[in-house]
């Protein structure tokens, strides 16, 4: 059985006024830290935030 490589995830292309606060206050950390790890765009932080991002600002589908 082979290992699955999972995708990157990817930030939603359009995302309102205010959502790093909104991110950070979701996951509990400094809307900084939010800043600073969208502008290096790796590490752990930043997979965190954009998964966060996307499950809050995502394209919402119906199933």
Do not use: C, D, F
């Amino acid at each position: 059985m082979e290992a699955k490589k999972l995708s990157s995830p990817k930030l939603p292309l359009l995302l309102p006024h205010g959502w790093k606060k909104e991110v950070a206050l979701t996951l509990g950390i400094h809307p900084n830290t939010v800043s600073r790890a969208l502008r290096s765009q790796k590490g752990i932080t930043y997979i965190k935030i954009v998964k966060a991002a996307a499950a809050k600002y995502g394209e919402k589908t119906e199933t």
